[in-house]
C-alpha cells in the first residue's frame, strides 16, 4: 500500500510543466540497462526509445547490456546504483513476474522495484516449421495425438511463458509431449525448422518475420484479441483454450526508492519519447504492439496478478529452471 501510495502521488506530479531540453535529474549520462543480450526485444526497444529519449533530454542515453540469472543481475546493477533516475532498466514484465517463480533473487521483484512504464506489448505465438503436416490448429492438435509419446514441444528457456503456454496445452490437450528447454529462441526455432521438436510458443518479434517468410506456421495467438501483424491467426480463445494468454509488456523499471518527484520526471520523459511516431513505427515494424502507459500503479497491480496466476502455473505443474 506504502508503495502504490507513493506511485499514485508521482502519477499526479506528472501533469506538471517541465522543459525536457534541460533534463531535471543532474547532469550524468542517462544509462539504460538491458538484463539481457543485444538482439533481442528487450535490446531493440532499448534502443529504440533511448535513442528518442536523448534527443528529447539533450543528454546521451547510454544502454549497458547485463544479461544473465533471468534478469536478476542487471536490476541488482540498478538497485546498486543511487535512486536518483539516472539508472534504470528496460525490461519485459517476465523478469518480474515470471523468472522469479523458479530463478532465486537477491531482491524481492515485487517490493524492491517498481515499473515506471509500459511502451509496448509483446503476445506468444504458437508455431510449427512450415513442412509440418497439420495446416490448422484442430489438424496440429490430431496429429500430435497422432505421434503421442513421439512428440515434443520447444522453449525458448525453462520457467518461462513458453514453457507454462506448451504444459497447459499438453494438460488440456492431452497430448504428453516432452519438454525441450533452450538458451533463447533462436537455438529453438533452428531445431524446430530442422524438425527436431515439433511446436513452440514463442515471442512474436522473433517468430514474425519467419512466418513472413514462409518458414514458419502459426496456429494461435495468446493474447485476448487478434494480434494485427497475424489476422488470420485465431486467438487461443477462440480456439476454446481460454487459460491459454500470455501478453506481457515491455518497459522501464526502477527502485521502489525512488522520490515521487523523480519518479514523475521519468513519467514525462518518457512518456514523449514513447509518443514519438519514430518511436511507435519503429516498435511496429519489429513485430511489437505500442502501447504506452505511464500509470504506474497500473501497471504494479498488473503485474502482481501475473506473478500470481504465475506461481500457481509453476507450482501445479511443479516447474524447474533447469
Known amino acids: 500500500m506504502k508503495l502504490l501510495h507513493f506511485a499514485r502521488a508521482a502519477a499526479a506530479l506528472v501533469g506538471c510543466?517541465?522543459?525536457?531540453?534541460?533534463?531535471?535529474?543532474?547532469?550524468?549520462?542517462?544509462?539504460?540497462?538491458?538484463?539481457a543480450p543485444p538482439g533481442g526485444t528487450m535490446d531493440i526497444v532499448a534502443r529504440v526509445v533511448g535513442q528518442q529519449m536523448a534527443l528529447d533530454i539533450g543528454r546521451p542515453v547510454i544502454i549497458e547490456n547485463r544479461p544473465g540469472a533471468?534478469?536478476?543481475?542487471?536490476?541488482?546493477?540498478?538497485?546498486?546504483?543511487?535512486?536518483?533516475?539516472?539508472?534504470?532498466?528496460?525490461?519485459a514484465s517476465n523478469v518480474l513476474a515470471e523468472t522469479p517463480q523458479v530463478v532465486?533473487?537477491?531482491?524481492?521483484?515485487?517490493?524492491?522495484?517498481?515499473?515506471?512504464?509500459?511502451v509496448a506489448r509483446s503476445g506468444v505465438v504458437l508455431v510449427s516449421a512450415a513442412s509440418y503436416p497439420a495446416r490448422d490448429f484442430q489438424g496440429l492438435i490430431a496429429e500430435l495425438k497422432a505421434r503421442k509419446g513421439k512428440a515434443s514441444f520447444a522453449s525458448y528457456s525453462p520457467?518461462?511463458?513458453?514453457?507454462?503456454?506448451?504444459?497447459?496445452?499438453?494438460?488440456?490437450?492431452g497430448?504428453?509431449?516432452?519438454?525441450?528447454?533452450?538458451?533463447?529462441s533462436p537455438p529453438a526455432l533452428q531445431d524446430l525448422l530442422g524438425g527436431q521438436v515439433d511446436i513452440m510458443f514463442d515471442g512474436m518479434l522473433t517468430s514474425t518475420p519467419l512466418i513472413k517468410a514462409g518458414k514458419l506456421r502459426p496456429y494461435a495467438f495468446t493474447g485476448k484479441t487478434r494480434s494485427r501483424f497475424l489476422p488470420d491467426v485465431p486467438t487461443t480463445t477462440e480456439l476454446g483454450?481460454?487459460?491459454?494468454?500470455?501478453?506481457?509488456?515491455?518497459?522501464?523499471?526502477?527502485?521502489?526508492?525512488?522520490?515521487?518527484d523523480v519518479l514523475a520526471k521519468l513519467h514525462a520523459v518518457i512518456e514523449k519519447a514513447g509518443q514519438a511516431a519514430v518511436v511507435q513505427q519503429k516498435l511496429l515494424d519489429v513485430g511489437l504492439e505500442p502501447e504506452l502507459s505511464v500509470d504506474t500503479p497500473a501497471l504494479i497491480a498488473e503485474t502482481r496478478a501475473l506473478s500470481e496466476r504465475n506461481a500457481a502455473i509453476v507450482k501445479k505443474y511443479r516447474i524447474q529452471a533447469n
Not at 537477491?106 to 517498481?114: A, E, I, Q, T
Open 17 to 35: 510543466s517541465m522543459a525536457l531540453g534541460a533534463w531535471a535529474l543532474g547532469d550524468k549520462p542517462v544509462k539504460l540497462i538491458v538484463p
Open 70 to 91: 533471468g534478469g536478476s543481475i542487471g536490476l541488482q546493477a540498478m538497485l546498486q546504483a543511487a535512486p536518483d533516475g539516472n539508472t534504470i532498466v528496460l525490461a
Open 104 to 118: 532465486r533473487m537477491p531482491f524481492d521483484p515485487l517490493k524492491d522495484v517498481v515499473p515506471i512504464a509500459s
Open 159 to 173: 520457467g518461462t511463458v513458453s514453457q507454462y503456454a506448451g504444459l497447459i496445452l499438453n494438460d488440456r490437450a
Open 175 to 184: 497430448l504428453d509431449m516432452p519438454h525441450v528447454g533452450y538458451p533463447g
Open 241 to 260: 483454450y481460454p487459460d491459454l494468454q500470455f501478453r506481457g509488456w515491455v518497459g522501464f523499471i526502477g527502485s521502489s526508492k525512488l522520490p515521487a
